[in-house]
């Protein structure tokens, strides 16, 4: 991915940016005593920008975000709860996504439109409001500008998902230093189609909301977009972000000499939030990253490394560290894409199987022990053009099954 | 599906129409003493049609099969082994493919071009043609014209599937008796995209092979292309019919008083092939099947349907008998087909669970009743047209991923 324009920061969260202090707490909505509740605040008015889902049954809390969105294009907050989806629950539940809207406003005595809601957990249940609310009076209190607060939040917005997801980066704007950091949540019902599960990415970046909004998009295509973990899109997928604009640089744009570090960061930020939700999926043990190059066109490698990722075949194989490449080429030929029958090249980490579509002779074992590592890499060359994509996801294991034969018991 | 145009033959199979023999045996290339390679033998040149998968990487026999079938248009034989597709194989696995068809044609005294040959099994490796050979050299004497024949066959052509599938249905013409008979195999690697994994059709009913065709692919758009294991089509779908005439009638055309009774016969059997197909999915407990009503077009159901059936958290729900209906109502929003998100229905079997896209209270014991049974009926209606479609699948369990993770090995 070219130069590194930015750092790493190793302890950053979503309240390192400046202006940025989080909460989270359990309410009640979720059975065991876990976060279930959590908010983002910023001290200032942040421009902000969001994509969403694109499965038609949106839910309740990304139809009040979009409007509010659409009001104001700056966010003082965003609120989430997790346990309940409040997707599919009618004019109840739009009547509740706007009730928690108002309240948080309330309590912080901003403006309804500053606050973003996002809801996740199961769908077409009624989210039991006397619990929410009790939620919002208390996180007020329990805002915190450091670690604390942004891990607060960062289990607050967990459902299956086994570990938080947070990923901060710094580099300078006009000599000025920019941090952005994200937060996530994955785990199952991910085969994200304009945004992810539940992201929220905050930044102390000066950047008008319109510009924001184009870049997330664009990352959004290379990160969140390019995962899978059991190919089904949720209703309630949405990434907010929100720029504070206290690192005080001149407004971005893309003439800035800095803007190419601005959009690196955040490209990175959910590249490792897209990754962190592939492999914490559903039941995982590993992560997959499939990288195509060699097609006809960018698009035709999305496709083809997408289709690979979202194998059950692949998936099961992987789980199993079975070197069964037939499976990946399989894949490769029901893409929908132009692919040349001869010409194709699958490697497994450095391990070539195939070249020029001719099966090569391995080492089985050295096969086995690639495969029995925590992250594999398929490769694919279909020696055609110039297209090229990276795709992750995870393995499909007796976890996954077992998570979902039972979620809503 | 209207008034019944025909009758079932309760024992009836491959060989019960005019003409046809078969075998199958033990030649090897399983590690098990199962058998692995098969022959259907007809009297007389019979009208023949195949439709193939449409997966980039067609296998070899699938070429050598397609190029025979556009010289002549008649067969005499198919001859198919289990354990090895000969699928990505190169140029070896093509000559393997055709010396199978050149010796079947030898011992039994027919052109190769009467000869059509089908693969199934692991992708990649080439064939062990000793053994092939061997079997090829004994199969005459094991050809057969009863139900033992039929069963030999059956169980030659299977890989992980469980239970042998055939069907077998009659009906009159001009008074004659006709019989359609059909056998498959499934299991694993099961979203058919023109044919499904491999299934033969044997008739004694006189139809031109053009008109055969036709008919063949129509009712493949509603039976073996309305199924779904696991999302992934395979290098060797194929769907192979042959018709021996000797069941007298005058030659079938559209026009015929009794073409509709022959193509609600063909049109039985297969899709009572891919229900077998599908519930003997690899690792699955049950049938389920998608009815899709109201939609706005046939194809727009029929993308709903699959795109239900497909979802890996719809049948992890269905194995753990969980009335899950959001995955249901998610995976028609996600399927880019117009949806009025407003006025949907749901129902499990006869238990409505929501209306007019708001959720009805039932009673969860009935559900998991309903849900523990072998067959799982979703019914959706869009309340937008007169579109609908069927869809068949099988639920998602944990002897899924296990028969996966270990294929090779």
Not at 55 to 77: I, K, W, Y
């Amino acid at each position: 991915m070219g130069q590194q324009l930015f750092t790493m920061v190793q302890d950053g969260g979503i309240t390192t940016p400046r202006g940025f202090k989080a909460a989270g707490m359990h309410c009640g909505l979720k059975k065991t005593d876990r976060h279930d509740i959590g908010v983002v605040v910023c001290d200032v008015p942040a421009a902000a920008a969001a994509v969403y889902t694109t499965n038609l049954f949106q839910a309740a809390p990304l139809q009040v975000t979009r409007e509010s969105l659409n009001e104001g294009g700056t966010l003082r907050a965003m609120l989430v709860n997790s346990g309940n989806a409040n997707a599919c629950t009618g004019e109840q539940g739009e009547a509740d996504a706007r009730s928690m809207q108002a309240q948080m406003a309330e309590v912080l005595g901003i403006s309804k439109n500053e606050v973003a809601v996002a809801s996740t957990g199961v769908i077409g249940v009624l989210l039991k409001m006397d619990r929410v609310s009790s939620g919002i009076a208390q996180l007020p209190a329990k805002l915190r500008s450091d670690a604390q607060g942004a891990d607060d939040f960062c289990k607050a917005i967990l459902t299956t998902d086994l570990v938080k997801k947070e990923v901060c980066v710094t580099f300078t704007v006009d000599g000025q230093q920019v941090t952005i950091a994200g937060a996530a949540k994955g785990s199952g019902m991910i085969h994200p189609n304009m945004a992810t599960m539940l992201g929220f990415v905050t930044t102390d970046a000066k950047i008008g909301s319109s510009l924001l909004q184009e870049v997330l998009r664009e990352v959004t295509d290379v990160s969140f977009n390019m995962i899978t973990v059991d190919g089904d899109t949720s209703t309630n997928d949405m990434l907010v972000a929100m720029a504070s604009g206290l690192a005080d640089n001149r407004e971005l744009t893309r003439s800035h000499p800095d803007f190419t570090a601005f959009e690196a960061g955040l490209r990175h930020v959910c590249q490792e939030l897209a990754k962190m939700i592939a492999r914490d999926g559903e039941g995982a043990t590993k992560l997959i990253e499939t990288v195509v190059i060699g097609a006809q066109s960018d698009a035709a490698a999305q496709a083809i490394a997408k289709t690979i990722i979202g194998s059950s075949l692949v998936k099961s194989a992987v789980f199993g560290a079975d070197a069964n490449w037939g499976r990946i080429i399989a894949a490769v030929g029901r893409a929908g894409q132009p692919v040349n029958v001869n010409t194709v090249d699958i490697r497994l980490g450095d391990i070539l199987m195939l070249e020029q579509s001719t099966p090569i002779l391995f080492d089985e074992d050295v096969a086995l022990e690639y495969l029995k590592g925590d992250t594999v890499v398929i490769h694919v060359n279909l020696n055609m053009g110039s297209g090229q994509a990276i795709a992750w996801g995870c393995d499909l294991t007796y976890d996954y099954v077992r998570i979902n034969a039972a979620y809503r018991t």
